[in-house]
């Protein structure tokens, strides 16, 4: 495995800052449940599954110090709202009691997980593929390997021959700035494009699936995922190319019955007024950054988890993969 996105030292966390890939890479090291939490909401570490383990570590980490678990609980559970992933793993830890070998578990799970994901999700695509993707459900979103693009590696892993369309992911780059690089590193074939640049390859019939990771999956099916993904799953609908949502059971949330009671995470406006620093938009302008859209159970193929490959209706195969 190329990418370590999270580094636990018995004492301390060590995470890959993602905010300053491609360029370089650097380890933020956490102390307290307290910098876990900021590492979480300054989207040092980001994507649900790796959120999730990292609050484990920070749960851990509050009790090795004494401090307040339910304290550092709250906190951590808060720092982002979308992925269930997060409050998952700090109220299996409280079960716990913050045993650190709670968290290498959950570390461990995941990583096992998506290897699994990726060999249910690789056996849907053909000998040759082109998959569209979008953020990055990638090594760097997870404990390691990937949701969706665990699925692309244990694809190429049996020798097929995939092709993967990035999308750049407007308006944090997680395609262009972490997709494209985690793919190269590999030496996965990768082709960066810009959003809205998908229709025209559709039309022009370039993708064989598109594969997408997922931040909550409600009960019945519905999935939240970075914004841009339900688009792509009504283009994908419109061209008859098949959608799958690739997630661990983790990111499922039976308590939640559909997508309209997903909390959807609203961002700074300057992540759409800037890029990469640079003021683009007149100052004054009203914004709105809604993070994650919801894809509705209607327009997805399948949901690939780590219990199998998942059909409609999904309320039925949902709560089996669960039980
Ligand atoms: O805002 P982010 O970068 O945390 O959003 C990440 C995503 O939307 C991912 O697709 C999702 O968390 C699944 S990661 C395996």
Redesign the pocket.
């Known amino acids: 495995m190329s990418v370590e996105p999270i580094r636990w030292r018995g004492d301390a966390l060590e995470l890959l800052d993602q905010r300053r890939l491609p360029h370089e890479t650097v380890y933020v090291t956490c102390r307290t449940a307290h910098e876990v939490a900021d590492a979480i909401r300054n989207?040092i570490v980001?994507?649900?599954?790796?959120?999730g383990v990292s609050a484990a570590f920070g749960m851990a980490l509050a009790n090795q110090r004494g401090d307040d678990l339910r304290f550092a609980a709250i906190e951590l559970r808060d720092a982002?709202p979308t992925?269930v992933n997060l409050a998952w793993a700090v109220e299996r830890m409280l079960r716990a009691s913050g045993d650190p070998k709670e968290a290498e578990a959950i570390f461990r799970e995941d990583l096992e997980a998506n290897h699994r994901i990726g060999r249910f999700g690789a056996d849907l695509l053909g000998q040759t593929a082109t998959v569209l993707t979008?953020?990055?459900?990638?090594a760097l979103?997870?404990a390691g390997y990937?949701?969706?693009l665990g699925v692309i590696r244990a694809a190429v892993e049996q020798g097929k021959h995939i092709a993967v369309f990035a999308d750049e992911t407007r308006p944090?780059l997680?395609g262009a700035r972490l997709t494209a690089w985690e793919l190269q590193q590999d030496g996965i074939d990768v082709t960066l494009i810009t959003d809205n640049m998908a229709g025209h390859f559709f039309q022009q019939r370039r993708f064989n699936a598109v594969v997408?990771?997922?931040?909550r999956i409600a009960a019945n099916g519905d999935a939240a995922?970075?914004i841009g993904?339900y688009t792509l799953a009504v283009l994908a609908n419109a061209h008859g190319v098949p959608f799958y949502v690739?997630?661990p059971i983790s990111?499922v949330d039976i308590a939640t019955a559909d997508g309209s009671a997903i909390p959807i995470?609203e961002r700074s406006a300057s992540e759409v007024t800037d890029i990469g620093g640079w003021r683009i938009a007149p100052a004054g302008v009203a914004v709105r950054h809604p993070?994650?859209d919801v894809t509705p159970a209607r327009l997805i193929t399948a949901i690939i988890t780590d219990r199998g490959v998942l059909r409609a209706p999904y309320d039925e195969s949902l709560r089996r993969a669960m039980s």
């Open positions: 989207m980001r994507g649900a599954p790796a959120i982002r992925a979008h953020c990055n459900a990638g979103a997870t990937g949701t969706a944090y997680q997408v990771g997922a931040d995922n970075k993904t690739a997630a990111t995470e993070a994650f």
